[in-house]
């Protein structure tokens, strides 16, 4: 299951250079995750209301070619794995000539915050609502 935004490089997030600043590429991929847990119908609204989160626990990015200040980007979030742990690849590409920008994967652990303690596993409504998207 996947997840594709489109975002305009905004003029904060650049340097002197007129280059994205490499901590910025995170808030663009978190911007596609966030909206990929939507279409899964895991908002994180949902998941704190219910008492859980959904901590960041690794973060590997992949600068290949910069983006700039007003560049157009395709930014794709998909969903590879969610038993231990939830893990989400990330590509950003140029929107005008498809242009691999950066690459990017995050590891998610899943917390119990009644609990307060980290699970082994996937909460049982997350399991379910992803069967649901698969099905």
Not at 27 to 49: H, M, N, P
Not at 55 to 63: F, R
Not at 104 to 109: F, G, I
Request: positive net charge; aromatic residues 12%.
């Amino acid at each position: 299951m996947q997840e594709t935004i489109t975002r305009r490089i905004d003029f904060c997030d650049v340097d002197m250079t007129g280059v994205m600043w490499h901590g910025n590429y995170c808030r663009y991929y978190e911007d596609a995750r966030c909206q990929l847990l939507k279409k899964l119908g895991l908002s994180y609204q949902e998941i704190y209301e219910r008492n859980y989160q959904i901590p960041l626990v690794h973060l590997e990015i992949k600068y290949s070619h910069p983006c700039r200040f007003d560049q157009e980007i395709i930014i794709t979030a998909e969903l590879v794995r969610a038993d231990h742990f939830l893990v989400i690849k990330y590509v950003i590409k140029d929107k005008e000539t498809g242009k691999v920008m950066s690459t990017a994967e995050t590891k998610h652990a899943f917390y119990d915050g009644q609990k307060g303690r980290a699970l082994i596993n996937a909460p049982k409504f997350i399991i379910e609502k992803l069967k649901e998207k698969w099905n």
